[in-house]
């Protein structure tokens, strides 16, 4: 029984050249979108935890997990041997990860993509979230306070909203001679809420903060969504190549390897991928061993559709993600094509059944 480094990336993917740092988040509302998708990924993208522990995997090393959708690709070594074993964890498995804080911009990402623009809090102890859906009336009886205009619409009117802003923006489409005009967000904020403004520093007049008459916190309906859900769509996310959702995938793709030290079944399903995908036979000689893959000529990595910010080699001969000067936003290679190794070599296990087509 070796001892095993786990390189497991609980909080983000590591670029070249780039230091660690921690960034745990528990988001506690929608507002969490707001953080811009760059600086969390930054953040992320220089964080990582490093796991010492003893787990039997029948001799073999797994060290420098990858990336691979919403999977992690380990290398391992064993000897002479070299190998790769891909991990991938369920719904369930990120969802705990999730609840636990890890990757919060990428469940603020997946929240909003399943229920839009709603209020919501974490409830890990009963693994789901609790939200409310905000009303479209201003004077719903679930809302305390609304907003209303001092000028009037075309109809006489004064215009209502359930924030400055919006009562502005009704204030405006409700005017005819303001057709095509669109309200200034930054003005009004600068205002404190209390004057409509368009354009540039046009002013429409006051607005006013009146509390509901009907307001009756009872009526506040709490409605609340499976953390597992939100994990199914976080690792849709992540196939389709997003970092901030890679960052929980990777990380409940650690936990499952660490977990094999107690589960046997996952033990042996990491030592037969290891040993199937082992560089340790003579396709030509050896029956039992794994064909090479023999993709179209010039390719060797999967060339996906987002940019990545680690500055890696976009050369599909370079047989590896090499560094290089981050000169631009060089297109990021994976290893999806014909489901090959680095080395060019097919990729056997539960989760990949051998060499396909390229795409």
Same mark, same amino acid.
């Given at each position: ?30 507002? /969490?979108?707001?953080?811009? /998708? ?12 490093? &796991? ?5 995997? *029948?001799?073999?090393? %797994? ?15 064993? $000897? !002479? ?32 993509? =399943? ?7 974490? *409830? ?43 009562? @502005?923006?009704?204030? #405006? ?34 607005? &006013? ?6 307001? *009756? ?7 609340? =969504? =499976? %953390?597992?859900?939100?994990?199914? +769509?976080?690792?849709?996310?992540? $196939? ?7 960052? !929980? ?9 660490? *977990?094999?030290?107690? $589960?046997?079944? #996952?033990?042996?399903?990491?030592? $037969? ?26 390719? +060797? ?44 070599? @097919? ?7 051998? @060499?396909?087509?390229?795409?």
């Amino acid at each position: 029984m070796k001892k095993i480094i786990l390189l497991a990336i609980m909080l983000g993917l590591v670029g070249c050249g780039e230091n660690g740092s921690s960034d745990v988040a528990s988001p506690t509302n929608n507002q /969490s979108t707001e953080l811009t /998708s760059n600086n969390i990924q930054q953040a992320s993208a220089r964080s990582i935890s490093t &796991y010492s522990m003893t787990v039997p995997f *029948d001799g073999w090393h %797994l060290f420098n997990p990858k990336a691979l959708g919403a999977s992690a690709l380990y290398e391992g070594t064993k $000897d !002479a041997l070299t190998s790769s074993a891909v991990l991938t964890a369920d719904a369930s498995q990120v969802a705990k990860v999730l609840g636990k804080g890890v990757a919060g911009y990428a469940l603020s990402v997946a929240v909003e993509e =399943l229920l839009g623009a709603v209020d919501w809090v974490m *409830d890990p102890a009963n693994n789901r979230i609790k939200y409310t859906v905000k009303p479209l009336d201003p004077k719903d009886p679930t809302v305390q306070y609304y907003y209303s205009t001092g000028s009037k619409m075309s109809n006489g009117q004064s215009a209502f909203g359930l924030t400055a802003l919006q009562a @502005c923006e009704n204030l #405006i489409a409700g005017t005819t001679r303001l057709a095509g005009k669109i309200a200034n967000a930054e003005e009004i904020a600068k205002s404190n809420d209390r004057y409509c403004f368009y354009d540039q520093t046009s002013m429409l007049g006051n607005i &006013y903060r009146n509390k509901n008459p009907a307001y *009756d916190p009872s009526l506040k309906k709490e409605e609340y =969504l =499976l %953390l597992e859900t939100v994990a199914q +769509k976080v690792i849709e996310n992540a $196939d389709a190549g997003s970092l901030d959702a890679q960052v !929980a995938t990777m990380a409940a793709a650690a936990q499952k390897l660490a *977990d094999a030290a107690n $589960d046997e079944e #996952i033990e042996q399903e990491i030592v $037969d991928d290891l040993e199937a995908n082992a560089n340790n036979c003579n396709p030509s000689k050896d029956e039992n061993c794994l064909p090479g893959c023999n993709p179209p000529a010039g390719v +060797k990595f999967n060339k996906i559709t987002h940019y990545e910010r680690h500055g890696r080699n976009p050369d599909p001969n370079a047989g590896s993600h090499g560094c290089m000067e981050k000169t631009g936003s060089p297109v990021h290679w994976h290893y999806h094509v014909n489901n090959q190794l680095p080395d060019g070599r @097919c990729i056997r296990g539960r989760y990949f059944g051998g @060499c396909g087509e390229a795409p």
